[in-house]
T-cell receptor, first 115, second 116 residues
């Protein structure tokens, strides 16, 4: 059974700092991995999607990497801003095993960027 | 601006009452997911539809929960009878399904359910 773990559960950094959020998964047989952002009381917004054949994706100040063999992904945020404060969730789309694949989520890392 | 629409945004009800949550997926998307989010469990998949057919509802308590897609523009999640432990935020998400070039999941804003 696929399990997704995110460490740390919470992180507080001063504005301007570069930071890394970690995600690990137990089953390396995945279709893709997504990073989402969730603001308090809101839904999830997809930030980056990495296909299983890719190693990284970049969007602005965000860079996500994927090491499928070791079951790890990182989300790198450069020059953090207070507006980056949110919960970041990692999710993997697992290959089907007798059923269609679905997204398995980690519990997220709550990021707080202090001005 | 295409988005997944969920109604109602908030629902407070008493134990034993029926609750119906609705979702309008993004036009053209062929997969629909229902997720439940709680502090303790995080996001859990309840049901998954592809081309309106239910493919996986193993995460859903079948004795009280039911999920349907009457047509391609509407997905419903019903709880009958509701219990206090059902209190959570219920999210609907839609996507283009596996094999699409740019496969991402788009989430609605959720229905916050409180069962008293």
């Amino acid at each position: 059974k696929q399990e997704v773990t995110q460490i740390p559960a919470a992180l507080s950094v001063p504005e301007g700092e570069n930071l890394v959020l970690n995600c690990s998964f137990t089953d390396s047989a995945i279709y893709n991995l997504q990073w989402f952002r969730q603001d308090p009381g809101k839904g999830l917004t997809s930030l980056l999607l990495i296909q299983s054949s890719q190693r990284e994706q970049t969007s602005g100040r965000l860079n996500a990497s994927l090491d499928k063999s070791s079951g790890r992904s990182t989300l790198y945020i450069a020059a953090s801003q207070p507006g980056d404060s949110a919960t970041y969730l990692c999710a993997v789309r697992s290959r089907p095993r007798g059923s269609q694949g679905n997204l398995i989520f980690g519990k997220g890392t709550k990021l707080s960027v202090k001005p | 601006d295409a988005r997944v629409t969920q109604t109602p945004r908030h629902k407070v009800t008493e134990m034993g009452q029926e609750v119906t949550m609705r979702c309008q997926p993004i036009l053209g998307h062929n997969t629909v997911f229902w997720y439940r989010q709680t502090m303790m469990q995080g996001l859990e998949l309840l049901a998954y539809f592809r081309n309106r057919a239910p493919l996986d509802d193993s995460g859903m308590p079948k004795d009280r929960f039911s999920a349907e897609m009457p047509d391609a523009t509407l997905a419903t999640l019903k709880i009958q009878p509701s219990e206090p432990r059902d209190s959570a935020v219920y999210f609907c998400a839609s996507g283009l399904g596996q094999g699409a070039i740019d496969e991402k999941l788009f989430f609605g804003s959720g229905t916050q359910l409180s069962v008293l």
